[in-house]
């Protein structure tokens, strides 16, 4: 097989040329699902920066979770949005690569940030008094940026590796690229590839999810003992959790597993279908955590309401039991500040 990587960098997207007879429906659905993603994603974000009855190590998890959504639509939507209207379905060797790393970045991020969230509940729930001295803002952000650096490191390698191999085809079965459609147009040896690509992901995604399992079942048999006001109220952030947790890892582990299902197992056809359901799942993971956060949100306003308006009733009934003319006549008499203080002043000094 020709050696392709030096007479030709640009590869051909197939997921997009299956996509041509309806490319504008196509083209109009992404930019649907990018502006929701973006919206939903951009409110939530300025909900938790704004209100600082939010600046929790949960919420900042949950920011951090919903901008690593904007990152990896934007990674491939806006690509495919412009080849779909301009009729285009080739992307270069550099360009590949470089959205190879972002959205595999993506993935990675959204696991560990989801095992981060888990093991704040853990804590939060199981160990509510000590919960403030071993959660605070500031060990969530060190959480999150030990989390970029790891996943851009490990991913970077990843790439590194993929970028070393020389091309022998130009064709990739999918809307987008990643370093496993590199991979299947490799010419040389790729064993170390496989092997680092199969450890790294293994040991990620099973170390993360029976974390996730393990904080997740201690938290659930804490909450059977506690009172059922707390009771509702912890089950229902729980399950809303959950329920986001395994709807990104369904579609994650269909992505990361359909290339070890054989080279003519799934279509190209079948390949366009998981990529936009893989988008339509985060606009679906998006607006969930955006309903949570909305909810808390707005329940929190309605409390500092109630308290505010007690207080303010508080402070006019004191004012109308005791008027502002009538207070303490008798202290500013013989304060050293009125009459009385400087009139005593005065016959002391004779």
Not at 261 to 284: E, F, K, M, N, W
Request: glycine letters at 6%.
């Amino acid at each position: 097989m020709e050696n392709v990587s030096k007479i030709n960098t640009n590869l051909i997207l197939l997921g997009i040329v299956e996509m041509e007879h309806l490319r504008y429906l196509y083209a109009t659905l992404a930019i649907l699902i990018y502006i929701a993603t973006m919206m939903l994603s951009t409110m939530i974000v300025y909900i938790v920066w704004s209100e600082e009855s939010l600046h929790e190590p949960m919420y900042i998890f949950i920011g951090n979770l919903v901008v690593n959504v904007m990152f990896g639509n934007s990674a491939v939507l806006p690509k495919m949005v412009t080849d779909l209207f301009f009729g285009l379905s080739t992307i270069s060797l550099p360009g590949c690569l470089i959205q190879s790393f972002c959205y595999q970045s993506f993935g990675s991020l959204e696991l560990f940030t989801f095992t981060a969230m888990a093991y704040d509940r853990y804590l939060a729930v199981c160990y509510p008094l000590r919960y403030p001295t071993l959660m605070t803002n500031g060990r969530a952000l060190q959480i999150v940026f030990a989390i970029f650096v790891f996943v851009f490191l490990s991913i970077g390698v990843t790439v590194v590796l993929a970028a070393r191999l020389s091309m022998c085809g130009v064709n990739i079965n999918n809307v987008y690229c990643e370093t496993m459609s590199l991979l299947r147009l490799a010419c040389g040896d790729t064993t170390i590839n496989d092997i680092f690509g199969t450890i790294w992901t293994m040991t990620v995604v099973i170390g993360c999810i029976l974390v996730v399992i393990y904080c997740y079942i201690r938290t659930f048999l804490v909450c059977l003992k506690i009172s059922a006001e707390a009771y509702q109220k912890a089950i229902h952030t729980l399950v809303t959790h959950i329920a986001t947790f395994f709807t990104f890892m369904a579609t994650s582990l269909f992505v990361i597993f359909r290339y070890r299902l054989g080279s003519g197992s799934l279509s190209t056809i079948a390949h366009v279908a998981i990529s936009i359901t893989v988008s339509a799942a985060s606009v679906r993971l998006v607006k969930q955590l955006s309903k949570e956060v909305t909810s808390i949100f707005n329940s929190r306003r309605r409390k500092t309401k109630i308290i505010n308006d007690k207080k303010s009733s508080i402070i006019k009934k004191s004012r109308e039991i005791f008027p502002p003319s009538r207070q303490f006549p008798v202290l500013l008499e013989d304060s050293a500040f009125g009459t009385g203080g400087k009139k005593r002043d005065e016959e002391g000094r004779r």
